[in-house]
């Protein structure tokens, strides 16, 4: 990456900066590979954040499912996150995983997990698990709110069989020709998964992050304290393939005590470690066993670290600093919150991350934990909280006695309640990941960039007004 016009005395973040175009041989965005290369198996530069309303094993292997790596959180209980990753590992490549409720299951409840958009539906299966048929989605829209889902199954969709569809494109053919948005994928009457034509669609686009054994990749974070290298052998033994180990101040004794004993532990799997700012910190870490660094203090949508510390760094500049001295080492850089654009992925890739992590966004997706909620304005939105929240520190230490929680407390650097509209055109996971994945893929493009490596490489950056960056937004209405 080259500064256009120089380089700033000040530290930069993502809107103080813009990409330029250069002279580019690449003719098509779908010539372009957004593989991060960094050793985590995933084919696009996207992990979804270890944050309670963000990473659940649906939105984990629906991230996998198109080349992304979720980062389950630590603060899941042990027996919980194993069987979060086993899941994950159990759940359909090629289709999706269904929406699978029982017949006495009412409309109301569920449209907390399901809103009634086109492409979406609904399995049922009795509690002996035989299968009674799917519903669209949309007919949640006009169905009474106490219905029971059971009660909608006249006229119920057709089936695909999996043994008569030769992959997706074929799929996608199938559902046009049957006229079918959405449809069931059932293999010797069991229900194997679910497809809409966007997904045949995707799965013709996206390459899946496969383990060895073609199974989804998920990642899973622990913390500093307590025994680590335990907690992370449960992981590894229940397949996680990265593991994160997580604090606020990444570049402290704590980190690298529980690194090395990783290292001493070798397990295995790459390590992801953070969160850091500076050069200093990736040399520290790398030295005692990370192989990639999390960048990013204070810029996270939930995060009040730097207003009530002072501390962190503006994103743009940590993450190009920390890029190149983890470069040197053979090492790699996450770059961790304050992403809300596709052009904030494109700047962070541009200064050398391998791989983007985004919280936040995500929670207001269908695919997150949390349960839809509708506002006085009919608009739909789940919950987020940060993870140094007073919320999330009551959780995490609740089985301390009331002193001990009393103590932890008094340090929360995050908020605890936030609201995060899903994006009506795009309420999916899925419809994220192709804004961004298009966005950045044009980048490289504009860039003359093939893969990440050359992304990298030739990059031109350019630093702008307040002014500048305003000129570069759409005007809803006019002027
Ligand atoms: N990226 C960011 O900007 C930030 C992210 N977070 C996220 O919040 C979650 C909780 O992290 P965390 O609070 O570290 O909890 P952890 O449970 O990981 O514990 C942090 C440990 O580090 C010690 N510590 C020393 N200095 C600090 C410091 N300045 N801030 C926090 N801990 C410190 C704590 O001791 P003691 O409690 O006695 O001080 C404790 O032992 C993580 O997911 C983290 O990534 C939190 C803040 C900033
Ligand atoms: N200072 C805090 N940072 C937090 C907290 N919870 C999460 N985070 C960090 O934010 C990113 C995600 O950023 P986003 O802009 O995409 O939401 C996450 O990975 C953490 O590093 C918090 O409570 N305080
Ligand atoms: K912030």
Redesign the pocket.
């Known amino acids: 990456m080259e500064f256009y016009g120089g380089a700033s005395r000040d530290d930069l973040t993502y809107s103080d900066v813009f990409l330029i175009p250069s002279r580019s041989a690449v003719t098509s965005r779908l010539d372009v590979s957004l593989a991060p290369g960094d050793g985590t198996g995933a084919t696009i530069p996207i992990v979804s954040?270890?944050?309670n309303s963000?990473t659940g094993p649906r939105l984990a292997a629906s991230l996998a499912r198109r080349g992304g790596l979720g980062v389950l959180p630590q603060d899941m209980p042990l027996q919980e996150l194993a069987e979060a990753i086993r899941w994950v590992k159990n759940q359909p490549v090629i289709f999706d995983t269904p929406y699978d409720f029982a017949p006495e299951t009412t409309v109301e409840e569920a449209r907390l997990h399901v809103p009634a958009a086109p492409g979406q539906g609904i399995v049922l299966h009795d509690a002996d698990r035989e299968y009674l048929g799917a519903i669209a989605a949309t007919r949640l829209a006009t169905a009474l709110p106490d219905a029971k889902l059971g009660d909608l199954l006249h006229g119920a969709i057709t089936s695909i069989s999996a043994d008569d569809i030769d992959g997706p494109r074929d799929a996608f053919d199938a559902m046009v020709a049957a006229d079918l948005e959405f449809a069931p994928v059932l293999q010797h009457g069991a229900v194997v998964g679910t497809l809409s034509r966007t997904s045949a669609l995707r799965a013709t686009i996206y390459e899946p992050a496969v383990d060895a054994d073609g199974r989804l990749r998920v990642a899973a974070a622990v913390g500093i304290n307590g025994d680590v290298v335990e907690k992370a052998k449960a992981l590894v033994q229940a397949g996680v393939d990265v593991l994160v180990v997580?604090t606020?101040h990444g570049h402290q004794e704590g980190m690298l005590r529980a690194l090395r004993a990783l290292r001493e532990a070798a397990l295995g799997v790459p390590i992801v470690a953070?969160?850091v700012v500076t050069p200093a910190a990736v040399n520290d870490l790398v030295d005692a066993g990370a192989d990639i660094l999390?960048v990013?203090?204070?810029?996270?949508?939930?995060?009040?670290?730097r207003m009530m510390t002072a501390v962190g760094r503006p994103q743009f500049s940590a993450v190009l600093e920390t890029a190149e001295a983890a470069r040197a080492l053979g090492a790699h850089v996450w770059a961790?919150?304050?992403?809300?654009y596709p052009r904030d992925v494109a700047l962070a890739l541009a200064a050398g991350a391998s791989s983007v992590?985004?919280?936040?966004?995500?929670?207001g997706t269908i695919e997150a934990p949390g349960m839809l909620q509708t506002d006085a304005e009919g608009r739909l939105y789940k919950e987020s909280?940060?993870?140094?929240?007073t919320k999330?520190v009551k959780e995490r230490f609740g089985r301390l006695d009331a002193y001990e929680l009393a103590r932890k407390t008094l340090f929360a650097?995050?908020?605890s309640s936030s609201r995060i509209y899903l994006d009506p055109l795009r309420p999916s996971l899925e419809d994220l990941l192709d804004m961004i994945t298009s966005g950045v893929r044009s980048s490289f493009t504009y860039a003359g960039a093939a893969t990440l490596a050359e992304f990298h490489e030739r990059a031109l950056v350019g630093i702008q007004s307040a002014a500048g960056y305003e000129e570069g937004k759409a005007l809803p209405v006019s002027w």
């Open positions: 954040a270890n944050m963000v997580d606020a953070g969160n999390k990013g203090v204070g810029p996270g949508a939930m995060c009040t670290t961790d919150g304050g992403v809300r992590m985004i919280g936040s966004w995500f929670a909280w940060g993870m140094a929240s999330a650097e995050g908020i």
